[in-house]
């Protein structure tokens, strides 16, 4: 049933329905009646919500969730057989501990703004990683990162969460940032990131995005990524590509390009 569909992905998002009554331009009471199975959506409402939740609009009728991306991280193990609607992908081991210490150190810096949950830390993720493969040609983190209707999702991001949950090392803390819903991650006092996992030159740079971006709200960094080439040339639900970053428009570029660069 399309209700029971609709409000298992409003939940399954942390979404309220005071959210999703504003972004479908209705009262609370009436997206109720939505959910409940009293009201029918209109096509436009039926599109909208399918662009909220990600999910293409054949499959939002059909109550389907449409193809699954499953991110493993590479072990030596026998790898389970994929089925038709996923697809997998694999993470070097080491790519997968540079990122739990590069997120412990930025949670360790800026996880207590007020305004710093998952939105905010996905589009720190992604700017800190795409700006570094601007300026230095170079892979930083070089994580897969989703092109979704909120922005840029790190694949990775979920599953590293939820070990570190498990560990220990940092606890989910579930809030608001005014009138909206907000994911936060506290670090473990007793934990310190290993920094010798970085340079200098990329901890320098992680300390200057943080320093210029960590401020803004996630509606301000879900429009600055919206404005970014990577995200604009990707299709839905497809990886970004970060060899795209060299079109970008002046807007969101980083780099100081002389002649010989543009020729």
């Keep these: 049933m399309l209700a029971k569909f609709i409000q298992q992905q ?18 609370r009471p ?15 409402e039926a599109k909208k919500l399918a662009e909220i939740f990600n999910i293409s609009f054949q499959n939002f009728l059909q109550s389907k969730e449409g193809i699954k991306t499953i991110v493993k991280v590479e072990k030596k193990k026998k790898q389970t057989q994929k089925q038709e609607n996923e697809i997998r992908i694999s993470v070097p081991q080491e790519k997968a501990d540079k990122f739990r210490q590069i997120l412990l150190y930025i949670l360790k810096k800026v996880g207590g703004k007020p305004n710093v949950g998952m939105t905010v830390l996905y589009k720190l993720l ?15 983190m070089g994580l897969v990162y989703m092109k979704n209707h909120h922005g840029p999702t790190p694949l990775l991001f979920e599953n590293l ?25 506290l670090v473990n006092p007793a ?13 320098k740079h992680i300390d200057w995005e943080l320093q210029r971006l960590s401020d803004l709200t ?13 995200w604009i040339s990707a ?20 780099r100081k390009y002389d002649k010989t660069d543009e020729d």
């Design 10 to 27: 409003r939940k399954k998002r942390n979404l309220t329905q005071e959210f999703l009554a504003s972004e479908l331009s209705i009262s």
């Design 30 to 44: 009436t997206y109720v009646q939505i959910e409940q199975g009293g009201r029918d959506l209109t096509i436009t």
């Design 126 to 140: 992604y700017f800190i990683d795409f700006d570094y493969y601007e300026k230095y040609e170079d892979q930083l």
């Design 161 to 185: 969460i939820k070990d570190m949950v498990k560990d220990g090392d940092v606890e989910i803390v579930k809030s608001k940032f005014y009138q909206y819903p907000q994911t936060k991650y």
């Design 191 to 203: 934990i310190e990131p290993e920094l010798s996992i970085l340079n200098g030159q990329e901890q």
């Design 218 to 230: 996630a509606s301000q960094l879900t429009d600055l990524s919206h404005k970014d080439v990577p």
């Design 235 to 254: 299709e839905d639900g497809k990886p970004l590509d970060f060899e795209s970053v060299f079109y970008r428009t002046p807007e969101t570029s980083v």
